[in-house]
């Protein structure tokens, strides 16, 4: 076994990950990385479509510290997104922490409140900590179907190029970016393009008055401001739903993630694209709609999310509830020390800006954590913040949040050491090791 107690580990060499191992690297945290593709860049490597671009713009999607070259666009590429953070990971030096082709089977707590990870080969390793970042864009989530269809049925994921829908009958099932960009580009290359969507989405422009819509968006602002703002965007761009024979969406703007789109609506407009209700039943070529509409298709496309999963760790570790994973701060349990859940949130915004704002911060809790003998999440619902009820989030109040933080910290520290005199004694309890017979695999 290879003797890494001084040491954190990053599972993950994504945007999250990168972000993470900078932060701990800037304050001389000792730390291995490890990722199961072969290349860094997580999703933006391994996981999204030829022609995808971001949804947020540049100037919040980048790292504050870090910017992207002046000649990307306002939306970046999938291209310009990998090639950034191979160059972000070439500038903080981050490569040569960094393992890839190397996959997590199995993490579990041991004696001594160390953490066991058991890697390719079953190698494993002992750390002081675990960061789990291995991302929400992996574990395909696919809907329940009635009936039997003829043709072909694949993910958004599986998407990879425009070559797939061209020429074809093509049902888009989703009201998600995803689901609206692939629904675009067969209105585009298609033979015939329709998007099931069981509730309409609120269609927010990428740009107003030539700026992206995102970047009217302040730190200052409220959420009941920034929603009136936008619902003014979206009326002055697109007008109401009823212009697009769509119904009204059942869900408050901000309640779900939101979906930034231009081009759906422009398709509708121009009749290239069709819209239906949620999906009844297969039926050999036919696809029957709960309005009782059929039409015949070739190709169906699940644009219908992921699940918040995390296959290496044991049973009693498993928190994630919906869509959320119930810790405190974002991150941290109450009953485990040492095991830090990281990015399974979505913020409506880029995720750049805000590891810009809070990496450094969850690097100073790693430091506290290693003060203490009780768990961080303990130390936070003694204070009194609730878990989770959602994984939606408003940056401009995580901002917000963060910048009290920094300034509460000492605080926080001094809070933090109350309650650990409190709960003399605590130490993680250890769980047993994997069976032989079980299969963990998953692609970080």
């Not at 160390?114 to 864009?137: A, F, P, Q, S």
């Not at 994921?157 to 989703?174: A, E, F, M, S, W």
Request: glycine share 8%; aromatic share 12%; with cysteine.
């Amino acid at each position: 076994m290879q003797t890494t107690t001084d040491k954190y580990l990053i599972i993950g060499a994504g945007f999250i990950g990168l972000g993470m191992a900078e932060a701990l690297k800037a304050l001389g945290m000792a730390y291995d990385q490890v990722d199961a593709s072969d290349d860094i860049g997580g999703n933006w490597h391994h996981g999204v479509y030829e022609t995808a671009h971001i949804i947020s713009s540049k100037k919040i999607t980048q790292f504050t510290h870090y910017p992207m070259p002046e000649d990307y666009p306002d939306f970046p590429s999938a291209q310009n997104m990998q090639d950034y953070l191979q160059s972000f990971a070439d500038h903080f030096d981050l490569r040569q922490h960094i393992q890839l082709n190397c996959t997590v089977h199995y993490v579990r707590p041991v004696e001594k409140d160390l953490w066991e990870v058991t890697l390719n080969n079953n190698e494993t390793r002992l750390y002081k900590g675990v960061l789990l970042c291995n991302g929400h864009h992996w574990s395909k989530r696919f809907p329940p179907f009635a009936g039997q269809f003829d043709g072909d049925i694949i993910h958004s994921k599986d998407y990879q190029h425009p070559d797939q829908l061209r020429g074809k009958r093509v049902l888009v099932i989703g009201g998600g970016n995803s689901a609206c960009d692939i629904a675009a580009e067969a209105a585009r290359v298609g033979a015939q393009s329709t998007i099931s969507m069981r509730d309409s989405v609120w269609f927010i422009p990428k740009t107003f008055a030539g700026t992206p819509a995102a970047d009217f968006m302040q730190w200052w602002m409220p959420e009941w401001f920034q929603r009136l703002l936008t619902h003014l965007v979206i009326r002055l761009t697109f007008g109401s739903h009823a212009d697009y024979g769509l119904p009204k969406p059942k869900h408050r703007l901000f309640t779900k993630h939101p979906t930034v789109n231009t081009e759906v609506p422009y398709y509708l407009k121009h009749g290239r694209l069709t819209a239906r209700p949620a999906v009844q039943r297969l039926a050999g070529n036919e696809v029957e709609f709960v309005d009782g509409q059929r039409d015949q298709f070739d190709l169906i496309v699940c644009a219908t999310g992921y699940h918040v999963a995390y296959p290496f760790l044991p049973p009693k570790l498993q928190r994630v509830k919906g869509s959320t994973v119930q810790c405190y701060g974002g991150a941290f349990l109450e009953d485990y020390k040492g095991l830090y859940f990281i990015g399974w949130g979505q913020a409506r915004g880029g995720i750049g800006s805000l590891m810009s704002a809070s990496a450094s911060v969850l690097a100073r809790f790693f430091q506290l954590q290693e003060e203490i003998i009780v768990p961080l999440g303990l130390v936070f619902k003694e204070m009194g913040q609730p878990l989770p009820t959602t994984h939606i989030s408003d940056p401009q109040q995580l901002f917000r949040t963060m910048q009290i933080v920094k300034l509460g910290f000492p605080w926080i520290r001094y809070r933090a050491h109350q309650i650990d005199q409190c709960n003399p004694g605590f130490q993680n309890r250890p769980l047993p090791a994997a069976m032989t017979e079980r299969r963990l695999t998953h692609v970080f």
